[in-house]
């Protein structure tokens, strides 16, 4: 946690962000895979400990470094994401609504962040690299990558 705030603060984020970004915790937002649970439990030979420090590749149709946003109620939707984002920056969403699958498919301490208002304002929640969730992307109105 503590690196995180220094993260946030170094990214020109007050730490009254962490408080409202508090609100979808880590715990919340693992969406491991029933794939990588089975490796883990199997002793996969290729965990080293923090995988996103592993050698990555292409994941449901989101490649390495990228982190990707679900067509609406279409869970992986055939490995087709409907956004891909790659460049460190902030990317203002329109029209989407609804519920939509995010993944963060970056490594290292790569963040992809999620804002209420244009612009990247106002932090809502953020995954770390290899996680995703389902959310509603109404109250999402930007998403930034950010390189930890």
Same mark, same amino acid.
């Given at each position: 946690m503590q690196q995180l705030t220094k993260m946030l603060t170094a990214g020109g984020v007050c730490a009254l962000a962490l408080v409202a970004m508090s609100a979808v915790s880590v715990t919340e937002a693992k969406g491991a895979t029933e794939e990588q649970g089975q @490796?883990?439990?199997?002793?996969? !030979?290729s965990d080293q400990g923090d995988q996103s420090e592993l050698a990555c590749a292409t994941a449901h149709g989101c490649p390495c470094g990228y982190g990707c946003i679900y067509p609406e109620d279409a869970g992986w939707n055939n490995d087709r994401p409907s956004h891909k984002y790659y460049k460190y920056a902030c990317y203002n969403l329109s029209n989407q609504?609804? *519920?939509?699958? &995010?993944?963060?498919?970056? *490594?290292?301490r790569a963040l992809m962040i999620f804002y209420g208002k244009y612009n990247c304002i106002d !932090?809502? =929640?953020w995954l770390e690299p290899g996680q995703?969730? /389902?959310? /509603? &992307? =109404? !109250?999402?109105?930007?998403? @930034?990558l950010t390189s930890g």
């Open positions: @490796a883990a439990d199997q002793g996969d !030979p609504y609804g *519920t939509h699958r &995010l993944f963060n498919n970056q *490594t290292g !932090p809502y =929640g995703w969730f /389902d959310r /509603d &992307l =109404g !109250p999402i109105n930007s998403v @930034a």
